[in-house]
């Protein structure tokens, strides 16, 4: 029997006649961007929708979906589109529309009313000669300035599995590791970050800023301890919220790095977490912190020893796709000049395989922080291009291409660590999506 799937929001009306499609299959099969990050198995969450109309034509959840749905508090009209399959018509609302929004899910899994105690790394990044930017510029657009720069400082910590906690004046808050996590991963998760943030505002200063005459500085200040999580507030606006002594002690190092002329510092318990020899440290402090007793030992942190391949990827992306068509034609066209038959394989108009394209590249950078949802998606996805007639030989080609596009589009700002980076990052993901299904 033919079923209608409505998508609100875009209006969309598509139909089904295939009892083994789920909603996910049914978006997928009609080009509607629909977020997977794990490939459909029910595990990451981003395929949720809404079911405006027609609830009971779908299959009853399986175990894996009620226990996600108990522990997210769901109500009944959200499901997984991958573990839920029409045998009527049906009106559904997508929910996740960019990886960015994927973190701040961990937020639901805090509890309601009361705090929790957990684990985490707290980062305060402060913007310095911020009031200049927002005096100086009256004419120029401040808030798209604000915007973009918001974006660029909060993607490191979005791209880190954690969660960007507040603004407070000219502070950006992040924390890390509120649904658990290993110690180490946690703090070097937060490291990456803090890295990674300090890349985006150079570059930003050697970009659009440049322009304009100003140079924004910042001081980072990460720590690592027991936090209380959990929403709180009124009962009618109850806010996702940190609390305890850590948060506090992150706060005053941030405050040190005005006092020690540092980008970056550490408390002893994050240098303590990361294997020794990971780091590369400058100088030692013993500092007193405000409302502390006992003076701490803080580290500058200049970056990791060896190249880090995810804060190499992370950092190049968004330079890369500053223009995403122009990196799209770029790489197609590197793809057809050295297999020109590979062409026939596209049905798709080539626009649309580039957005996808650049997206498909995001959306990795972003599932590299939460590989074992990675693995599962890329399987799939391979196995999906088996059907498409791709073949073995069809992957250095896209590599080659790759890389060319790369190189090309980082123009000055390209290194020889983020070439390695990125080679070794398409290594990986081409095993992954080639399997051992894929024709030779
Ligand atoms: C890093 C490796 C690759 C990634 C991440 C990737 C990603 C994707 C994605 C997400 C889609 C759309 C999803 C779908 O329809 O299943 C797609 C479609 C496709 N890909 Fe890839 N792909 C990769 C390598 C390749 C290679 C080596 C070829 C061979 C030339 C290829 C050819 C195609 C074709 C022909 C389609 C279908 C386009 C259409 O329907 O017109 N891909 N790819
Ligand atoms: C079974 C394997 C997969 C298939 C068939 C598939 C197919 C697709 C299709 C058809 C779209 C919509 C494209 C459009 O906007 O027109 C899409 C979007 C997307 N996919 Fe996949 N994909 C697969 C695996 C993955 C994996 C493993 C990831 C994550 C690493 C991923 C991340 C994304 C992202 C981020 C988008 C959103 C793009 C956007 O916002 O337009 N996909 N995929
Ligand atoms: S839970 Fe449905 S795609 Fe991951």
Redesign the pocket.
């Known amino acids: 029997m033919k079923q209608k799937i409505t998508y609100a929001g875009i209006n969309r009306v598509v139909e089904n006649d295939d009892d083994m499609n789920s909603l996910l299959d049914i978006?997928?099969a009609n080009?509607?961007?629909?977020?997977?990050?794990?490939?459909?198995h029910g595990r990451c969450t981003t395929c949720r929708v809404r079911i405006l109309e027609g609830i009971n034509n779908l299959n009853p959840k399986n175990q894996l979906e009620q226990e996600t749905s108990y522990a997210r508090k769901w109500d009944p009209s959200i499901r997984l589109a991958c573990q839920s399959y029409p045998k009527g018509d049906v009106t559904l609302q997508r929910l996740i529309?960019?990886?960015g929004e994927v973190n701040q899910l961990q937020k639901e899994l805090s509890p309601i009313g009361k705090a929790e105690e957990r684990p985490i790394a707290i980062l305060f990044c402060d913007l310095r000669n911020y009031t200049n930017l927002s005096s100086n510029n009256l004419n120029y657009d401040i808030a798209f300035l604000l915007n973009k720069f918001y974006t660029a400082l909060g993607d490191p910590i979005l791209m880190n599995n954690g969660i960007i906690y507040q603004y407070v004046g000219d502070e950006i808050i992040g924390v890390f590791g509120t649904t658990g996590g290993t110690r180490d991963k946690i703090c070097k998760d937060a490291i990456r970050a803090g890295l990674g943030m300090h890349y985006a505002l150079t570059h930003l200063n050697n970009t659009e800023l440049k322009d304009l005459d100003i140079k924004l500085d910042s001081g980072i200040g990460i720590n690592f301890g027991k936090a209380y999580i959990g929403h709180l507030g009124h009962p009618t606006h109850k806010q996702f919220s940190v609390i305890g002594d850590p948060v506090n002690v992150a706060s005053r190092i941030q405050e040190q790095t005005k006092v020690t002329q540092s980008k970056i510092l550490i408390s002893k318990t994050v240098y303590n977490s990361i294997p020794k020899d990971t780091l590369e440290i400058g100088e030692t402090y013993v500092k007193e912190l405000k409302g502390k007793e006992e003076p701490a030992e803080l580290f500058e942190l200049l970056g990791f020893k060896e190249m880090d391949m995810q804060l190499e990827l992370q950092a190049s992306l968004p330079i890369m796709m500053e223009n995403p068509e122009e990196f799209a034609s770029i790489f197609y066209e590197k793809v057809f000049e050295i297999d020109p038959e590979a062409k026939s394989l596209f049905r798709n108009n080539m626009t649309?395989q580039g957005?996808?394209l650049t997206?498909?590249l995001?959306?990795?950078i972003?599932?590299l922080s939460r590989p074992e949802?990675?693995v599962?998606?890329?399987q799939?996805?391979?196995?999906?291009h088996v059907k498409y007639g791709v073949q073995a030989t069809h992957y250095p080609v896209v590599k080659e291409a790759m890389l060319y596009t790369i190189n090309k589009t980082l123009g000055e700002s390209n290194t020889e660590k983020c070439m390695t980076a990125w080679n070794s990052a398409l290594d990986f993901v081409m095993e992954v999506m080639k399997g051992k299904e894929t024709p030779s």
Not at 31 to 40: P, R, S, V
Not at 380 to 384: C, F, K, T, V, Y
């Open positions: 978006s997928i080009q509607i961007t629909h977020l997977h990050e794990c490939g459909g529309w960019s990886m649309d957005r996808l997206h498909m995001g959306g990795i972003y599932s949802h990675l599962t998606g890329l799939r996805l391979g196995e999906n």
